[in-house]
């Protein structure tokens, strides 16, 4: 079933293209529940936003698909009036989804080590230690991003072999440790998680829905890492400032 639901968020993803109604045929219109502020409840809503997409000509990438029990996410591209990255998030119940999470962001970089936010790996591997990659995870964003225990950054990196894809770090567990360093100080882009909300994980990918504030506005962090042998080996990322609730369409909030 995760393989059909898997093609289903897909050709759905790729209606944005077209405009095409009939791609918002795996939601359900009488259950969906919407999680993009800017975005209208119900099948009919999505069906509104992509015939409005579709005027610009638009794009749609889907580098990577993955599934974790009822949930499907998936990382993309997107080129409308311009490039943005995203990650989307949805809920099935049976053949249908019924609830959407999205976080984009425009597309920056490549970054000082010549990664682009969407490059690398993109199946999952280890299938087996699924649940024991989603704990690790669970661990880093715990102890490190939010609680700011850089000392544990050893513990859960692999200073051998790290690749960073976000447009403003490169490289290595040095990198990555003066980026947090910076950002715990007054200098630099001030990252601040606060709460973890959701982690999706198959086999060697993990996502992270996260709610903090990026110099002082507040923000959702997605973030996905590849694990290996028990270590964060690579990572991707978006944030997206979260608008005003007077601003929202809908009344379920971003997480």
Not at 88 to 101: P, S
Not at 161 to 188: K, M, Q, W
Not at 190 to 219: C, M, N, P, T
């Amino acid at each position: 079933m995760s393989s059909n639901r898997k093609d289903q968020i897909c050709a759905l993803l790729k209606g944005i293209e077209t405009g095409d109604e009939a791609s918002v045929a795996v939601v359900n219109p009488d259950q969906y529940i919407q999680h993009n502020p800017q975005t209208c409840e119900g099948g009919e809503g999505l069906a509104a936003l992509f015939k409005r997409l579709a005027k610009s000509s638009p794009r749609v990438n889907i580098v990577r698909v993955f599934s974790d029990d009822d949930y499907v996410f998936a990382h993309t591209e997107y080129d409308f009036a311009s490039s943005n990255i995203g990650f989307e998030v949805f809920r099935f119940e049976g053949d249908l989804t019924v609830e959407h999470w999205d976080n984009i962001q425009p597309r920056k970089g490549p970054n000082s080590s010549g990664h682009t936010m969407v490059d690398g790996p993109t199946k999952a591997t280890d299938l087996d230690r699924t649940e024991s990659n989603r704990e690790i995870v669970r661990g880093f964003i715990d102890d490190v991003l939010i609680d700011g225990q850089l000392d544990k950054l050893d513990y859960y990196i692999d200073s051998e072999s790290y690749t960073e894809h976000n447009p403003r770090i490169g490289d290595g567990l040095s990198a990555l440790r003066v980026a947090l360093s910076e950002s715990l100080s007054n200098d630099g882009n001030k990252i601040q998680y606060d709460r973890l909300h959701r982690l999706l994980a198959e086999g060697s990918f993990v996502l992270s829905a996260s709610e903090g504030f990026l110099d002082g506005v507040h923000s959702s962090f997605y973030d996905l890492y590849r694990v290996f042998n028990g270590k964060l080996v690579e990572h991707w990322d978006t944030t997206e400032a979260i608008p005003p609730r007077s601003e929202w369409k809908n009344d379920n909030g971003k997480f």
